[in-house]
């Protein structure tokens, strides 16, 4: 698959819609490949958003042919406990309550973590847990979600 050529196709499709691209990924599964879209917009997605998008890639994907194998084309929103990809994903989302997986665990520490995102730099975020501020380097994250509490 052609990764370069896949996101500027996505990103036509999402122009074109008048959507933001969130984030895109390849899940590789044999015969049951997917390539996975989330879309956003202020005030929230509509299945009409992610319709509308499904049908623009689709098109483009079919006439640029940049995946040889089998996939599903899936376009939704990224929910309301997102993941966050990005340092623009973290940044706006400072303040908010957040989740995070390390992909290690230092001696006698959990590897998931809760509390309020305070800060985000190049080599790392903080986050508020349990009354202190706690600071997770990036390439020791597995994952980070916003975390919704209802």
Known sequence: MNVEKVGRLIQEATDLCQVELYHFEWLAGGRHNILRVYIDRPGGV????????????????????????????????????????????????????????????????????????????????????????KRFPHDEIEWTRLRVNF
Request: proline share 7%.
């Open 46 to 133: 509509t299945v009409a958003d992610c319709e509308r998008v499904s049908r623009e890639l689709g098109v483009l994907l079919d006439v640029e042919d940049p995946i040889p194998q089998r996939y599903t084309l899936e376009v939704s929103s990224p929910g309301l406990d997102r993941r966050l990809y990005t340092p623009a994903h973290l940044r706006d989302c400072v303040g908010k309550e957040v989740e995070l997986k390390l992909r290690r665990a230092p001696a006698k520490e959990p590897r998931k973590w809760h509390g309020i995102l305070t800060a985000v730099d190049e080599a790392a975020i903080t986050v508020e847990c349990e009354g202190s501020l």
